[in-house]
Structures are given as C-alpha cells and as structure tokens.
C-alpha cells in the first residue's frame, strides 16, 4: 500500500467497472455503488494525478513510444470520462493524458511503419483509436486525434503491410495469424471519414469499453464522408523501416506469387534479430516460406535472456549463419538499403546485412538482394553475396511451418496450406541441406522447421541464389 500504480489491466478495468456504474448506478445498492466510486477514484483518478505531476515517479507509459502507452492511456480516459468529476479536475487530466499520447505516435516510422508487429499495431493502435472516438465525443468534435499527418499514416499500417487476403507477415512478437479485428478498422475509418457515418457492429466478442465506443460512435452522422474502396497496390514500401511488400497487381492475375521482406534492424519494439527476414505467399492463400512467429511469453521473453529463444533469435529466421554466429541484437544493427527500383513488373532491392553481423570479423561484403518477379506466375530470388578477408563457414535457412522435400542436388520442395514452392539453389561453391526443428512454444500451431543450405568448407567469396516459384 505504498504506492498504487496502473498498467495495462488496472487501467481497462477501471474503464470497464466505470462504464458499469455510470449504466448502473440507479440500479445498484447504493453502498455498492458508493463503494465501486471509491475505488475508481483510489486506483485510477488519483494515482494518475499525482504520476502527470511528478515526472520523476511517474509511470513509464506515460513516456514510451509503444503500445503500452496507448492502452493505458485509453482504459485511464475512458474510466475518467463516466465518473462524476468537477470540469477543471476532470479537463486538468484529460489535457496531461493527450499530451502524452502523443508519444505513441512517436513509435511509428514517419512513413507509419509498426516495428512492433501487426498484432501489437491492433492492440496499440485499437486503444488509440478508442482513446480518439472517445475524445472526439466528449470535446464535440473540438478534440479530434485521428486528423493528425502521423495518425493517419499509422492507421493506414494495415492496408499497406497485407500481403493479401488478409494474410499478413509476422513481424516482431507476432503470431502468424495476427489480422486487425474488423471494429478497430470500422472505428478508423469511421474517425478519418473513410466510412458514411453508419452504424459500427457491435460484436459480443467486445468488452463494455469497445461496446459504448462503437454505440457513441454509430450514433454520429458525418455528413461529408463517402464510402471508398480500398485499392490495393502492386507493392508497399516502407523506406524508413527497409520493409518492402509485393504483390501481383493489376494485370498479373496469373502471377502467384506474393512476398514481403525486411531490413530494418534488431533494435526495434517487440524485436525479433530477423533483418534480411522474408515471406513467400502462393495463390494468395498460403506461405509455404514464412516468418513463423513469436513465442509463447514467458519471463524469459522480457529479460537479458531474450534471445535463448530460437524463434526470437535469428536462428528461427530465414538468414544466414556465418562462422557459426547469429546476428547481434540492439543498437548499431541497421541495415542499410543500397538499391530500391521498381519497373512495374520487377521489383528489386538490396540490402547492406554487415551491421547485424557485427559479431564476426572480416567481413567485407555482405548484401542481399531480392527480386519480385511479376512476369507470367512470378518469381522470388533472394541472392547473398559475402566476401570475408579469410575463409569462413556460411549457412543459409529456409524457415517453414509446413513439409519439404529435398529433389536432385540442388532443389526443395516446401508445402504447406495446400502449396506448393519450389525453391532451387544455385552456389558457387558445394553445399549439403540440412534440417531441424525448432523446439520453442510458439504462439500458434505446428513445429518451424529451419532448412539449412550450408557450405562444406569455408569460403571467401560466396554468392548464393534461392529462385522460388510455384509448384503444382
């Protein structure tokens, strides 16, 4: 009883037992209701009072750049706004609390790339959205969050990060599954009027604070907003984050092939050491070659031990080994894009991957270069050359929920969900194939397993080629 502090759940259950007692206060037993009003004041109003004042005891959320901050924020705001509060008190912490929101911004590239992962952008940025709706309702329209250049940006995260059909890659502490739930996309687009003003579902999926939010949100016209069909572009390119999204496009329906990729660095939330990381989608449905995932947390996730975990480490990732070492996590890790062009039906970029290896010496060229296809049904091709100052050893990976089979010398076939890709191997010096799996609880079904391409001896100068097409 020293100090009372809020986080992630304290505070949305405040917002819940508030938006409780505010619908049912008159049909409470009034020492309950007394009681309940009590306790919101002691854990919620009070503390965050005092955690705006004093900047040196404050909670941290209140200054991240991540989810953690939208969330609370949110579930602090909507417990304040039902509560009976003198105007100044009330508007006295309201105006700290937009304030600090606005750090939650500040996590998205400017280009409004999420490093934290689709999962995390539906859960932080839910949060934000409600927040938003929110004070957007109680202000008039006079507070209005989402009209901000970097608001909007990240809200159009998911729209440009999809690979398609809903299948988006697992990026950072996300679960390959991971999709935005359909009321945060319903809320934004209500919010930048993307949508006609009707009514937003209320789902029974919904806690009491995502229920009142859609209820205040239906209930207001926008006379001025038309309905807009999102249009899905032959590719997304976040430049900031070195994250690069290809798609067939118009004009390519017999391309079937879809990918995603990243450079980036190890040094971003919820980070996984995965720079040089992809995702192969076939037929739009399937990624027989993907990025498997996050694992299941533990207390081990969130501390120096972080990466032990073979699914955070970039051992679970489709990246080289070289003398045996993995990639460095932190800072000094950013890879750097030599070359970006796009002529329509070729998409290309490479990639500088020095400064994640920064754990082995003598390394004096290590790019990786992909290749979108969009010719006929596409082609992916992820080209690694490396040059060391002596002979190193040099393994490459494949990452796969799915089976492979190994065919000849030189090719393999992944499947999963239903597709099939076919992925040759072309090297300048000899290689065997090996496998293993991965032993991690995951967040999500099935085993990876990490392909691995490795050289028989160690060499000085390599230059490897995985084409990937689909298979029948």
Aim: net charge positive; aromatic share 8%.
């Amino acid at each position: 009883g020293k100090r009372i502090s809020i986080d992630l759940v304290s505070s949305n259950v405040g917002a819940q037992l508030s938006a409780a007692l505010y619908l049912l206060k008159d049909k409470m037993n009034p020492s309950a209701a007394a009681e309940l009003r009590e306790n919101l004041l002691r854990r919620i109003v009070d503390p965050i009072e005092k955690l705006l004042a004093d900047k040196k005891r404050r909670n941290h959320w209140l200054d991240t750049l991540n989810n953690w901050n939208s969330v609370c924020i949110a579930g602090v705001v909507c417990t304040i706004l039902p509560l009976d509060l003198p105007a100044e008190r009330r508007w006295k912490i309201l105006d700290g609390l937009i304030e600090c929101s606005d750090n939650f911004l500040k996590g998205f590239d400017p280009d409004g790339y999420c490093s934290e992962g689709m999962g995390y952008w539906d859960y932080g940025f839910g949060h934000y959205l409600i927040l938003s709706a929110a004070l957007r309702g109680v202000s008039g329209g006079k507070i209005d969050l989402m009209t901000q250049p970097r608001a909007i940006r990240a809200g159009e995260f998911p729209g440009r990060i999809e690979i398609l059909n809903n299948v988006y890659p697992a990026f950072a502490d996300c679960s390959t599954s991971a999709k935005p739930y359909p009321f945060h996309l319903a809320l934004r687009d209500w919010l930048t009027g993307k949508s006609g003003g009707g009514r937003i579902e209320v789902l029974p999926t919904m806690n009491m604070m995502q229920m009142l939010t859609a209820i205040s949100a239906s209930g207001e016209k926008n006379s001025d907003v038309t309905e807009k069909k999102p249009e899905k572009p032959a590719f997304s390119v976040f430049k900031s984050s070195g994250v690069v999204v290809g798609r067939p496009g118009e004009g390519n329906e017999k391309c079937r092939l879809a990918v995603a990729f990243k450079g980036g660095s190890n040094n971003e939330f919820h980070n996984h050491n995965d720079v040089g990381s992809y995702v192969v989608l076939v037929d739009g449905t399937a990624a027989p070659v993907q990025d498997v995932g996050g694992e299941i947390y533990t207390a081990r996730t969130f501390s120096s031990r972080r990466y032990e975990s073979n699914l955070l480490n970039s051992f679970g990732h489709s990246v080289p080994l070289i003398d045996g070492k993995m990639q460095q996590e932190g800072k000094n890790t950013q890879c750097r894009m030599l070359d970006f062009s796009n002529q329509g039906k070729l998409l290309r970029a490479a990639f500088d991957l020095r400064n994640a290896y920064r754990g082995v010496s003598g390394i004096k060229k290590l790019v990786r270069t992909f290749v979108y296809d969009r010719t006929g049904e596409g082609m992916f091709t992820v080209t690694d050359e490396a040059e060391f100052s002596t002979p190193q050893k040099y393994e490459n990976a494949i990452m796969t929920l799915g089976d492979f089979t190994i065919e000849g010398k030189n090719k393999l076939i992944f499947s999963f969900g239903g597709k099939k890709l076919a992925v040759e191997v072309e090297c300048n010096e000899p290689f065997e194939i090996t496998s293993a799996v991965i032993n991690e609880a995951r967040s999500g079904a099935g085993k990876p397993c990490r392909v691995a391409i490795k050289l028989k001896q160690p060499a000085e100068k390599i230059r490897m080629t995985l084409k990937m097409v689909a298979q029948e």
